[in-house]
C-alpha cells in the first residue's frame, strides 16, 4: 500500500514538474502597449531625456521617493528602473529587483501625425530550477502590472502638449488686419526703454490720426547677419492710415496663427518662440510669416519680468 502511495506521490510530482517545463519556457516575454496622442518626435525627446522623468513618473505610495539623483535610478513597487541607452525612436530600460536585472526596451511607434504607440517590452530569464521558474513567472506579473501603470503615467503626462513643448500651443483665428508699423537697427539687443520708445512714437501717431488701438503692442526682434539687431514694433488700429517718413501702414488678411500665453521675461518669450518652431517642425506645419510678441503688460510699467504676460503668435496653413 505504501509503496503504491509512493509512486502516486512521485507520479504527481513528475506531472507537475513537467507542467512547470511546459507552461513556463525558460525566457518569458513581457510587453505592454500604450495609445498615447502626441507627435512621435515629442514623444521621443520627454522618454529619451532621463533628467524629465520625474514629471510623469508615478508615485509609489510604498515608497517615499521616486527616483534618486545620484544613481539616476527610479522606483516603482520595488523594482529600480534606469535609462541605459538610447536608440531610434526606442530606449533600453533595464530593470532590477532583489540583485536580478532584466533587460527591457520602450519602443515610439508612429502612428498619424499626432498619434503614437508605446511599446514596453522585457525578457524574463526563468532558469533551469522548477521552483524558480514558478517564482520568475510570479515576478513576471509583477512586472507586467508595473509596465503598465508606468506607461499610462507616461500616456496621461504626452497627451497634453503644454507638457511637451511648455506652453499651451493651440490654432485661433487672427482678428487684427490693419497696422501702423515702425522698424530700429541696433548694436545690442533692444532694451525695454528703446522698445517702449518705438512704441509711444506709434502711440502719439495713432492719437494724431484720430484712429484707435485695437489690440497690445507688436514685437519681433531679429538678429542680422551682421550681429546687428533689427526691433519692428506694431500696434493693430481701427482704419487706413497714411503713415510718414519712420511709420508705415500695412494690412493683411485674417488668418489661423499658432498661439500660447506666455508667463515671463525676454529668456521666458524666447524660449517659448523655440519650442513653437520645434512644434511646428514636429506637426510638419509651415510658417506663412514671422513669429510675433503681443506685450500684454506694459514692460515700462512692471519691473518684475516674472509678472510679464506675453502672447506669441506665429501664422500657419
Same mark, same amino acid.
Given at each position: 500500500?505504501?509503496? %503504491?502511495?509512493? $509512486?502516486? =506521490?512521485?507520479?504527481?510530482?513528475?506531472?507537475?514538474? /513537467?507542467?512547470?517545463?511546459?507552461?513556463?519556457?525558460?525566457?518569458?516575454?513581457?510587453?505592454?502597449?500604450?495609445?498615447?496622442?502626441?507627435?512621435?518626435?515629442?514623444?521621443?525627446?520627454?522618454?529619451?531625456?532621463?533628467?524629465?522623468?520625474?514629471?510623469?513618473?508615478?508615485?509609489?505610495?510604498?515608497?517615499?521617493?521616486?527616483?534618486?539623483?545620484?544613481?539616476?535610478?527610479?522606483?516603482?513597487?520595488?523594482?529600480?528602473?534606469?535609462?541605459?541607452?538610447?536608440?531610434?525612436?526606442?530606449?533600453?530600460?533595464?530593470?532590477?529587483?532583489? *540583485?536580478?536585472?532584466?533587460?527591457?526596451?520602450?519602443?515610439?511607434?508612429?502612428?498619424?501625425?499626432?498619434?503614437?504607440?508605446?511599446?514596453?517590452?522585457?525578457?524574463?530569464?526563468?532558469?533551469?530550477? @522548477?521552483?524558480?521558474?514558478?517564482? %520568475?513567472?510570479?515576478? /513576471?506579473? +509583477? $512586472?507586467?502590472? +508595473?509596465?503598465?501603470? $508606468? #506607461?499610462?503615467?507616461?500616456?496621461? =503626462?504626452?497627451?497634453?502638449?503644454?507638457?511637451?513643448?511648455?506652453?499651451?500651443?493651440?490654432?485661433?483665428?487672427?482678428?487684427?488686419?490693419?497696422?501702423?508699423?515702425?522698424?530700429?537697427?541696433?548694436?545690442?539687443?533692444?532694451?525695454?526703454?528703446?522698445?517702449?520708445? #518705438?512704441?509711444?512714437?506709434?502711440?502719439?501717431?495713432?492719437?494724431?490720426?484720430? /484712429?484707435?488701438?485695437?489690440?497690445?503692442?507688436?514685437?519681433?526682434?531679429? %538678429? #542680422?547677419?551682421?550681429?546687428?539687431?533689427?526691433?519692428?514694433?506694431?500696434?493693430?488700429?481701427?482704419?487706413?492710415?497714411?503713415?510718414?517718413?519712420? $511709420?508705415?501702414?500695412?494690412?493683411?488678411?485674417?488668418?489661423?496663427?499658432?498661439?500660447?500665453?506666455?508667463? *515671463? *521675461?525676454?529668456?521666458?518669450?524666447?524660449?517659448?518662440?523655440?519650442?513653437?518652431?520645434?512644434?511646428?517642425?514636429?506637426?510638419?506645419?509651415?510658417?506663412?510669416?514671422?513669429?510675433?510678441?503681443?506685450?500684454?503688460?506694459?514692460?515700462?510699467?512692471? @519691473?518684475?519680468?516674472?509678472?510679464?504676460?506675453?502672447?506669441?503668435?506665429?501664422?500657419?496653413?
Amino acid at each position: 500500500m505504501m509503496r %503504491k502511495l509512493l $509512486i502516486v =506521490f512521485v507520479s504527481i510530482c513528475m506531472l507537475l514538474f /513537467a507542467g512547470v517545463y511546459i507552461f513556463i519556457p525558460s525566457k518569458l516575454e513581457i510587453s505592454k502597449v500604450e495609445y498615447i496622442n502626441c507627435n512621435v518626435n515629442g514623444a521621443f525627446r520627454v522618454l529619451s531625456n532621463e533628467k524629465t522623468w520625474h514629471k510623469w513618473w508615478p508615485q509609489d505610495s510604498s515608497s517615499n521617493k521616486k527616483y534618486d539623483d545620484s544613481s539616476h535610478l527610479f522606483f516603482y513597487k520595488g523594482y529600480n528602473y534606469h535609462l541605459s541607452e538610447k536608440l531610434y525612436n526606442a530606449i533600453a530600460v533595464p530593470i532590477t529587483y532583489d *540583485g536580478s536585472t532584466h533587460e527591457s526596451k520602450i519602443i515610439i511607434i508612429k502612428l498619424n501625425i499626432d498619434s503614437v504607440v508605446a511599446m514596453w517590452k522585457c525578457v524574463l530569464k526563468t532558469g533551469f530550477n @522548477p521552483v524558480t521558474r514558478i517564482l %520568475k513567472f510570479k515576478e /513576471a506579473e +509583477n $512586472i507586467k502590472n +508595473n509596465m503598465s501603470e $508606468i #506607461l499610462s503615467s507616461l500616456r496621461v =503626462f504626452l497627451d497634453k502638449k503644454e507638457n511637451i513643448y511648455g506652453i499651451n500651443l493651440h490654432v485661433i483665428m487672427s482678428k487684427d488686419s490693419t497696422m501702423v508699423l515702425t522698424k530700429k537697427i541696433s548694436s545690442t539687443y533692444p532694451t525695454t526703454t528703446e522698445i517702449y520708445s #518705438l512704441i509711444g512714437n506709434l502711440k502719439k501717431y495713432i492719437a494724431s490720426q484720430k /484712429a484707435t488701438e485695437n489690440n497690445f503692442p507688436m514685437l519681433h526682434v531679429k %538678429k #542680422l547677419e551682421d550681429s546687428t539687431f533689427e526691433t519692428m514694433v506694431a500696434i493693430p488700429v481701427n482704419k487706413e492710415l497714411a503713415g510718414n517718413s519712420e $511709420i508705415s501702414f500695412s494690412r493683411f488678411v485674417p488668418w489661423k496663427v499658432l498661439t500660447a500665453e506666455v508667463k *515671463g *521675461g525676454d529668456k521666458t518669450v524666447e524660449e517659448a518662440l523655440h519650442q513653437m518652431k520645434v512644434f511646428i517642425s514636429d506637426y510638419q506645419k509651415t510658417a506663412m510669416a514671422i513669429p510675433f510678441e503681443s506685450l500684454v503688460t506694459d514692460r515700462s510699467k512692471q @519691473p518684475d519680468t516674472t509678472k510679464w504676460i506675453t502672447n506669441i503668435y506665429t501664422p500657419v496653413p
